[in-house]
């Protein structure tokens, strides 16, 4: 008993510096944010309580919350639909063994070390409407109907930011699915072999279910990703044109440090902060049976 409870004391001692920090730059901002957004706040000022005043103006009179809401569930659909499958597809690709396995690895996952500031100036000079690489391969062509000012035409903007950031994330979640299928016994695989399977009933059957802890936690990943999107978008669009391209994330940086609206800001990043917790308790809940499954092969 004495020999458990010294090792659990040295366990807290080596836990408590990380879960101060946790708590310091964790918990602690986010209280405060929940508090801030309670209050008629400009940061400097007097602070007036205003209870839920500001979360019932973000779905009643604000005129841009809502199409921003709007625009991060595209994003998030988008996410879930087309990068997933994407990155899946690779993953079961080169986890077949490849000829330049380890080449396609480091390539598909260079896009996700470099800045997305660096990615949006990338993709805003391809979007770019009289010298972007896209309009002139339109040119090229002979579509010159299809030629737009992507950034700067509300019915495109938010659409071309949608590309870049389902491009950039497609080599990190597409290593997370190849580590998951290596880590799948060969012994499946070669019974199914055996039983006549072909490649296509043997990812179906065997690799999807088998990946169904790692595909809910990239979901998790792409689903918050997408509801807090900011830094790639607000370097291509800044939310415009009038707003057409806004996420929650670009709005709450505006009224925080452009207007000065502490309170409603806080409203907006707190709002965010439960709406990745909520989604992300829905799709654990969606993927439980699935996982039970998966642990009990």
Not at 67 to 80: D, E, K, M, P, T
Not at 110 to 120: A, K, L, Q, Y
């Amino acid at each position: 008993m004495e020999r458990m409870l010294g090792k659990k004391k040295y366990i807290a001692v080596f836990v408590l510096p990380a879960l101060l920090l946790f708590l310091l730059f964790g918990i602690a901002p986010l209280i405060t944010t929940g508090v801030y957004s309670l209050f008629d706040y400009d940061g400097i000022g007097k602070m007036d309580f205003l209870g839920l005043d500001n979360y019932i103006e973000l779905f009643t009179t604000d005129r841009y919350f809502p199409r921003a809401l709007r625009n991060s569930f595209i994003l998030v659909g988008a996410s879930i639909f087309i990068q997933l499958p994407v990155s899946l597809a690779l993953a079961m690709i080169l986890s077949r063994g490849v000829k330049g396995e380890k080449a396609f690895r480091t390539i598909y996952f260079i896009p996700v070390v470099i800045s997305s500031m660096v990615i949006g100036q990338l993709w805003m000079k391809i979007f770019h409407s009289e010298y972007g690489l896209l309009n002139i391969f339109i040119r090229f062509l002979g579509m010159k109907d299809f030629e737009y000012s992507w950034l700067s035409n509300p019915s495109t903007a938010f659409l071309s930011t949608v590309v870049p950031s389902i491009w950039q994330y497609i080599g990190y979640h597409m290593l997370i699915f190849y580590a998951g299928i290596k880590s799948i016994s060969t012994d499946y695989y070669e019974a199914a072999k055996i039983d006549g399977a072909t490649n296509w009933q043997t990812s179906i059957k065997i690799t999807i279910p088998l990946l169904a802890p790692v595909i809910k936690t990239c979901m998790v990943f792409a689903l918050t990703g997408s509801l807090r999107a900011f830094d790639l978008i607000y370097v291509m669009t800044n939310g415009g044109p009038n707003h057409a391209s806004d996420v929650p994330g670009t709005l709450m940086y505006n009224n925080l440090f452009r207007k000065g609206l502490y309170g409603y800001g806080s409203a907006q990043a707190f709002f965010i902060v439960l709406e990745c917790l909520v989604l992300s308790l829905v799709i654990s809940k969606l993927f439980k049976r699935a996982e039970e499954n998966a642990s009990a092969i």
